[in-house]
């Protein structure tokens, strides 16, 4: 730690020394940029202390500077935010082109925003003084300089620790969390309400995953709006493609107008960015928290940009108003004259704690009760029996949205009378996100997985061959009793499974598997957790890893096929079971849903009229 607090220091001296060069208008060329890192650093490149892109890292965080110290004039001179623009390019000519990438960068997408394009992205932000300004993905400060300027807190977020360290120096009032911000919504603290949120997210890059995830820009900016306030507005650049024009995002932008309508977006030409190491061609993006009146709607683009002048006389000519705020009163409140230059926003975390934010849970609330039978209630000629709660009353839950029924020999059996207590958050029983019917699955369920099955076993390295053993032999493990689902169409057993694996979540079991027939069953299984109030994206699918590699997830739930689970190991590359094992590690006391287990058939092989046969080896895999 000492170490990073130290190169980080070194960082600073090196942009206060490029600084002083930038104040006399003096361009920044390698040999300048070599002689403030090595005076800083006390070495050269070549000794490994730093390389070229933490001095590309350093002039950003000198641009930073020399924006806070003569920004304002700037802008007082200038009259107009189209007049900023020479201003600003100018001081851009001044910086030397990134022309070399480190591994991080690479990996995590690291293009910080060009000047002049963070100030139209500001533009179309239109911050106010009473504005919280969230910025997901906040690298070197470039975008949250001109929220500052603009006279927004800031609410500053960035996962590689680098950089973060960097922003802890450049905006002192502000406490920088560093999470995954293609899940910020579910890391923030509940009392964060940003009224703006400017955000640069990759493109095509997610945290812990080693591939391309073309989605990733609309993770980051799904998450971004759930967490927006009403009324507030979300300013994005993306990848040129991502666009509501695009057929093939167009079913995501409709359901993100579901939450905010688009009310702006427009190609930006790659030559931008070129000064920053790319060529690539992007996208500005102006969302409000507004529901969409018609979700299939959008509004017409004005087409590619070929510079950031055209850029800003489209944003003011195209996008709209900002809409009145519904913030919290006490956020609302805050008084200006008591803030920092940058206002913090958030309790620092531990950097141990879990990464997803759990609701708080209460424990359910039952009573057991006799139950009658038949030949109390007696039964009706129909061909089923209407179904309902016989061992147990839930006081205050609501009935299933449909009718229930069950055959007459399951009419004549009498349920157990639980004692488990499963934990749930509280608006999943008053606000009846979970039917009684539901309900009791997830208490029967915890029933069955507080309890042993008898006797102790010993289990083979290929996990193929159980044997019985006495309770003292070394090595030998007890099996958890299973609960098998069997519920038909209507019963919502997507919806059980989930709150099966939310009361396990809220008792400190955070990682679990979800097995199913299709990997297209992954968006099923992703709605029905998030309908218990929990972050969609924690449902991840194995896919995203490679095989071989390890399982970079902390917590979460892990969905993959039976299909998948075939896969055995290839050269020094392990099998998906085992990938999967290792992951969950061997004091594992999770949950393992094995959804469509018809899929797993013939599981253990048996005798057939031509002899033996051999287990499948999808059924093998599963079981």
């Known amino acids: 730690m000492r170490a990073a607090a130290n190169l980080t220091c070194a960082a600073i001296r090196a942009a206060r020394q490029v600084l002083t060069e930038l104040e006399r208008g003096r361009r920044i060329d390698a040999a300048v940029l070599r002689s403030a890192k090595e005076s800083a650093f006390g070495a050269s490149d070549a000794a490994g202390v730093w390389n070229w892109k933490t001095a590309y890292d350093v002039c950003e965080v000198a641009t930073v500077l020399l924006l806070r110290k003569f920004g304002p004039a700037m802008r007082a001179k200038a009259?107009?935010?189209?007049?900023?623009?020479?201003?600003l390019a100018k001081i851009a000519s001044c910086l030397p082109t990134h022309t070399r990438r480190s591994e991080d960068s690479q990996a995590l997408q690291q293009f910080s925003t060009p000047i002049p394009l963070g100030l139209v992205a500001c533009t179309a932000a239109g911050i106010r003084w009473v504005d919280r300004v969230l910025e997901p993905s906040a690298g070197t400060g470039l975008l949250a300089i001109f929220a500052e300027l603009a006279g927004g807190a800031l609410v500053l977020n960035e996962l590689a620790e680098?950089?973060?360290e960097l922003l802890d120096h450049l905006?002192?009032?502000?406490?920088?969390?560093?999470?995954?911000?293609?899940?910020?919504?579910?890391?923030?603290d509940a009392s964060v309400a940003p009224s703006v949120v400017l955000m640069n997210p990759p493109f095509s890059a997610l945290a812990n995953v080693d591939r391309r995830m073309a989605d990733a820009a609309l993770r980051h900016v799904a998450s971004a709006l759930a967490r927006l306030c009403d009324g507030g507005?979300?300013?994005?650049?993306?990848?040129a493609g991502f666009a509501p024009d695009n057929p093939a995002w167009r079913d995501a932008f409709v359901r993100l107008q579901e939450r905010g309508r688009v009310v702006f977006s427009a190609a930006i030409d790659g030559a931008v960015y070129a000064k920053h190491g790319t060529q690539i061609d992007t996208r500005l993006l102006v969302i409000d928290k507004l529901p969409a009146a018609d979700p299939t709607a959008f509004p017409a683009s004005p087409g590619m940009a070929a510079d950031v002048a055209t850029l800003l006389g489209w944003v003011k000519q195209h996008v709209p108003p900002r809409l009145p705020?519904?913030?919290?009163?006490?956020?609302?409140?805050?008084?200006?004259?008591?803030?920092?230059?940058?206002?913090?926003?958030?309790?620092?975390?531990?950097?141990?704690?879990?990464?997803?934010?759990?609701?708080e849970g209460v424990e359910l609330a039952y009573e057991t009760i006799e139950w009658s039978s038949p030949e109390v209630v007696g039964l009706t000629d129909a061909l089923y029996e209407e179904y309902g709660l016989q061992s147990i009353c839930i006081p205050g839950s609501c009935a299933h949205p449909t009718k229930l029924v069950q055959s007459a020999a399951m009419a004549s059996v009498a349920p157990p009378k639980p004692s488990y207590r499963p934990h749930l958050p509280a608006n999943v029983m008053d606000d009846g996100v979970l039917s009684d019917a539901q309900l009791e699955s997830v208490?029967?369920?915890?029933?069955?997985?507080?309890?042993?099955?008898a006797g102790a076993w010993t289990v083979d390295t290929t996990f193929d061959v159980v044997a019985a053993a006495r309770d003292d032999t070394e090595n030998a493990v007890r099996f958890r009793r299973?609960?098998?689902?069997?519920?038909?169409?209507?019963?919502?057993?997507?919806?059980?499974?989930?709150?099966i694996l939310l009361d396990n979540w809220l008792k400190a079991r955070r990682r679990a598997v979800w097995i199913s027939k299709s990997d297209k069953l992954i968006e099923d299984a992703q709605r029905d957790w998030s309908a218990l109030g929990m972050e969609r994206l924690l449902v991840t699918p194995l896919s995203r890893f490679r095989q071989g590699t390890p399982i970079r997830l902390s917590e979460g739930i892990l969905f993959t096929t039976y299909a998948t689970l075939?896969?055995?190991?290839?050269?020094?590359?392990?099998?998906?079971?085992?990938?999967?094992?290792?992951?969950?590690?061997?004091?594992?006391?999770?949950?393992?849903?094995?959804?469509?287990?018809?899929?797993?058939?013939?599981?253990?092989?048996?005798k057939g009229e031509r002899g033996d046969q051999a287990a499948s080896q999808q059924g093998r895999a599963g079981f």
Request: glycine share 14%.
């Open 233 to 239: 507005r979300l300013v994005a650049i993306a990848g």
């Open 171 to 188: 905006f002192a009032g502000v406490n920088v969390t560093r999470f995954d911000a293609a899940q910020i919504n579910d890391h923030l």
């Open 79 to 87: 009259g107009s935010m189209a007049a900023m623009l020479p201003m």
């Open 482 to 499: 299973g609960w098998f689902l069997g519920d038909g169409t209507g019963a919502g057993k997507g919806r059980q499974v989930a709150g």
């Open 566 to 606: 075939r896969t055995d190991e290839r050269g020094e590359k392990l099998s998906r079971v085992r990938q999967i094992v290792e992951w969950l590690g061997s004091d594992f006391d999770g949950v393992i849903v094995f959804d469509e287990s018809h899929a797993m058939q013939n599981a253990v092989g048996g």
């Open 443 to 453: 208490l029967y369920a915890g029933e069955a997985h507080s309890e042993f099955l």
């Open 162 to 164: 680098a950089r973060a």
């Open 325 to 359: 705020l519904s913030m919290p009163s006490e956020i609302a409140a805050i008084g200006r004259s008591a803030m920092p230059r940058s206002v913090g926003a958030v309790a620092p975390r531990s950097p141990s704690s879990p990464m997803g934010v759990a609701p």
